[in-house]
């Protein structure tokens, strides 16, 4: 069997998970409470990435998400609940994913999304692999809120095909289209922060690899390509159903102006008669 068949034992593997929990955090006051609380050792500032021992780390990046190395379940539930208290806008349900780092002797490219065997388990490793992960699950968030908000403008939308009638109020539609014009500034937001991390420029190129080939393997631009193109088509829509609830309430200020007119009509005729 070739030696980078063989897989390392238990003890050689440590574990990833990776939450999205909120729209941000605060990571000077969440570092604060992990130094004062847990006696970490932070090893970077911006994702924050803090150190418990040799194979036990915890990420937290200001767009929302948080990354365990190695934590297990019950305390993983902790230290989120913990941190809320320094998130914006909490989520409602959590996205999340699973990742395996196998050390071995001898290095090799992933061969999906599960699980990765590097020579050794550091800083950089930790932010490269934290840093993919979390846009992940970052961006599995908006595919679901962005799913959603296309939901709630396909029904009126198609129902306005085939009527030429918005089916619902007009107070419900708006504040569906604002629901999906709110969608789209959120994930503008979040996005403009995915730009390529500094470690991937200081780390070397093994680092820099290293994070192409997890970016690739995770199909972030061709998912976040995917986002932005129903955003733009939530957009529109959004911006012709408001368009289209205008024009309705101009119609229907219109007709009363008119109505008013051939009522103080009727009312002089009745006065001369």
């Known amino acids: 069997m070739a030696d980078q068949d063989i897989k390392p034992p238990e003890a050689e593997r440590i574990f990833v ?41 915890i990420g937290v990046f200001d767009y929302g998400s948080v990354v365990f190395f190695d934590g297990e379940f019950a305390d993983r539930r902790e230290f989120i609940d913990k941190l809320k208290k320094f998130a914006h806008r909490e989520n409602k ?9 196998n050390l071995a002797s001898r290095a090799r490219k992933p061969d999906g999304t599960d699980e990765l065997v590097v020579r050794e388990f550091n800083r950089d490793i930790a ?10 699950v970052s961006v599995e968030y908006y595919e679901k809120l962005v799913a959603d908000a296309l939901a709630q403008l396909e029904q009126p939308i198609s129902f306005l095909q085939s009527t030429g009638k918005i089916p619902h109020t007009q107070r419900e539609l708006t504040k569906r289209a604002g629901f999906a014009l709110a969608v789209e500034q959120e994930l503008a937001y979040t996005l403009s922060v995915f730009d390529d991390p500094d470690i991937i420029w200081d780390g070397g190129k093994p680092i820099e690899e290293l994070y192409r080939n997890l970016k690739r393997e995770f199909d972030l631009e061709d ?6 193109q129903k955003v733009s088509i939530i957009s529109r829509s959004s911006t012709f159903v408001i368009s289209r609830i205008e024009g309705q309430r101009s119609q229907i200020l219109e007709w009363i102006i008119i109505l008013l007119i051939i009522l103080e009509i009727f009312l002089v005729i009745l006065g001369k008669m």
């Open 223 to 228: 998912r976040i390509k995917v986002i932005q």
């Open 17 to 57: 998970k990776a939450f999205d929990v909120a729209s941000a955090f605060d990571l000077p006051a969440a570092r604060k409470l992990l130094e004062e609380e847990f006696q970490v050792k932070v090893l970077h500032n911006n994702p924050l990435l803090v150190q418990f021992n040799a194979a036990r780390m």
């Open 93 to 101: 349900a959590y996205s999340e994913d699973d990742f395996v780092l």
């Open 127 to 136: 932010l490269v692999v934290g840093t993919v992960l979390s846009r992940s």
